[in-house]
């Protein structure tokens, strides 16, 4: 079996202990990863720390970080398709959506390349004749960046990008579920040449989650994975009073209004809850569709749930491959059986694909008799969805809105009027119109409520990572006055 390694402090090492990697398509073990322990991460973290007020990073100029950015996106347009390749084997998604991805996620690094010298200060218009005060911004500190197995060259971008054009040095942690990308990734970054420390890439469970997140020398904690683990880092953080970012993926509304193009509809449609076999956060899982043209917006779904082609996630006509894990295989049967139990309708789908592998076929299920039914509710994670009709554009932002999460929408109408009054209702972070799970390196991306908080991806993101520090320069020659009296 393939064997891999963790990066720290510039050096690949074998974990504490090792644990086998299954591969989805057939449930069989195919690798061994190294498992991070709480020595690990301190490991890292005391790297990670000394690196980031060393000379040689520190004392490094922003157009010299951009660089260095841009040798890394370099090296990972030129090993995408091995890269895909492990990604599609280490987690089942499908290779013609990993390929063009992760060539993608090469721009993420490009653009923060370009961004890492145009972090600015700013002068401030004191109301202090003998003052002069401006603001630096500089990097926060050591970053615990945390990804899940999904998207994970993506989501990893989205933190070390502008974490690093800023200044900041980081712990990566991957997932257990599926890290051999990222492992295979630290290869690129130290042939980019950063300096030992200043990236950190390894993988482990909880104790590994937990030592990272409650480090004293931890800063900023950027997560991206679900609510209830979220909840464990932000009580971790309680001991090292760091910041946190996180992205926590949503129950998004994806609407749809009698006077919309159908079929260019159904087509994103299926893009925001079927392709990576719905394991997507900002995946379109709840389908409002105005009651005059359910009937036959459903026929199309169902034609095209139907025929799309379930297959070997490394073969490029397949459609539909392997959820990751069997655990989420039986979560989503569990949910689908508890929904159907509370009224709602299967449409098609509903049961896991026999045979080897972790294959659930596209599923959808109409709630419209059935609106307390868990799958409105809950986040499943997989190619489940859920349908409800609507007769006015008021009780389709009502429904839009009824939810503890807060992510991504979609609207698709011709009516521009009603498009502008739909986004300024929606809430949530992202709204899509006539189009569906678009993103760009130069857009912020993030939520509110359960969907978490902050921003990743343009300006905003490089900004979370840094700290204003305020400077005071008094110009006067004269003595200071009465001592006693605060200026």
């Known amino acids: 079996m393939d064997r891999f390694q963790h990066y720290i402090d510039g050096s690949f090492a074998d974990g504490t202990a090792t644990f086998e990697s299954l591969d989805p398509a057939t449930g069989a073990a195919w690798a061994v990863m190294p498992l991070a322990d709480a020595a690990d991460v301190d490991r890292a973290v005391t790297a990670a720390h000394r690196a980031f007020t060393s000379a040689a990073w520190a004392g490094m100029t922003a157009s010299a970080r951009g660089k260095l950015l841009m040798r890394l996106a370099d090296l990972v347009q030129a090993h995408a398709p091995r890269l895909a390749a492990l990604e599609t084997r280490d987690t089942g998604k499908i290779i013609r959506e990993t390929s063009a991805q992760i060539a993608y996620v090469a721009e993420y690094y490009r653009y923060y390349a370009g961004l890492a010298d145009k972090i600015e200060g700013s002068h401030l218009p004191i109301d202090k004749p003998d003052m002069e005060v401006w603001l630096r911004r500089e990097p926060v500190g050591v970053v615990a960046a945390i990804v899940p197995w999904n998207s994970q060259l993506f989501l990893s971008a989205v933190k070390l990008g502008p974490a690093l054009a800023a200044g900041c040095t980081v712990v990566l942690k991957a997932s257990e579920d599926g890290p051999a990308p990222l492992l295979q990734f630290a290869r690129l970054v130290h042939e980019a040449g950063f300096p030992p420390g200043v990236v950190n890439i390894l993988t482990g469970g909880p104790e590994a989650g937990r030592a990272l997140t409650s480090h004293p020398k931890v800063a900023h904690i950027a997560f991206t994975g679900g609510p209830d683990t979220a909840r464990h880092i932000v009580r971790a953080s309680a001991e090292n009073l760091a910041k946190t970012s996180l992205e926590l993926g949503g129950k998004s509304p994806f609407i749809v209004f009698e006077d919309a193009d159908l079929e260019s509809a159904a087509n994103a449609q299926v893009s925001g809850i079927f392709a990576a076999t719905g394991q997507s956060c900002v995946a379109g899982s709840r389908l409002l569709v105005q009651r005059s043209v359910k009937e036959a917006f459903l026929a199309r779904l169902k034609a095209k749930a139907e025929a799309a082609h379930i297959g070997a996630p490394d073969r490029m006509e397949t459609e539909i491959g392997p959820l990751c894990t069997a655990r989420q295989r039986d979560r989503i049967e569990a949910l689908i059986a508890q929904s159907l139990a509370a009224g709602a309708k299967l449409v098609t789908g ?138």
Request: charged residues 20%.
């Open 350 to 487: 509903g049961h896991a694909v026999s045979g080897a592998g972790f294959y659930f076929p596209p599923t959808i299920l109409d709630c419209t008799d059935a609106p307390d039914a868990p799958c409105l509710r809950q986040e499943f994670f997989g190619p489940v969805l859920s349908v409800v009709s609507f007769d006015t554009e008021e009780q389709a932002l009502e429904l839009a809105n009824e939810t503890e999460f807060g992510l991504a929408s979609g609207v698709f109408t011709r009516n521009l009027t009603r498009a502008h009054r739909m986004i300024r209702g929606i809430r949530a972070g992202i709204v899509w119109v006539n189009t569906y799970r678009a993103v760009s390196p130069i857009a912020p991306f993030g939520g509110h409520g359960l969907s978490g908080h902050g921003r990743e991806g343009g300006l905003a993101a490089a900004l979370d990572y840094t700290t204003i520090k305020t400077v005071w320069l008094r110009t006067s020659d004269d003595p200071i006055p009465d001592p006693f009296v605060m200026r």
